[in-house]
């Protein structure tokens, strides 16, 4: 498995820290979007910032 892949089933393990609902990975913004909640969560420096405080509300 290479790093890339490791990284992406990574992400994929993580839950929305607000309703526990499976995030989706936005390539483009570099975040983890959680539709259940209507936020994105930031990938700064390649960690996850999994606090609702930082998340971005979806429109």
């Given at each position: 498995m290479s790093e890339a892949e490791h990284d992406r089933k990574m992400l994929?393990?993580?839950?929305?820290?607000?309703?526990?609902?499976?995030?989706?990975?936005?390539?483009?913004r570099m975040e983890l979007v959680s539709k259940a909640?209507?936020?994105?969560y930031p990938i700064r420096n390649g960690i996850p910032v999994m606090l609702v405080d930082?998340?971005?509300p979806l429109e």
């Amino acid at each position: 498995m290479s790093e890339a892949e490791h990284d992406r089933k990574m992400l994929e393990a993580l839950v929305c820290p607000q309703t526990r609902a499976p995030l989706s990975f936005d390539a483009e913004r570099m975040e983890l979007v959680s539709k259940a909640a209507h936020l994105a969560y930031p990938i700064r420096n390649g960690i996850p910032v999994m606090l609702v405080d930082e998340a971005r509300p979806l429109e």
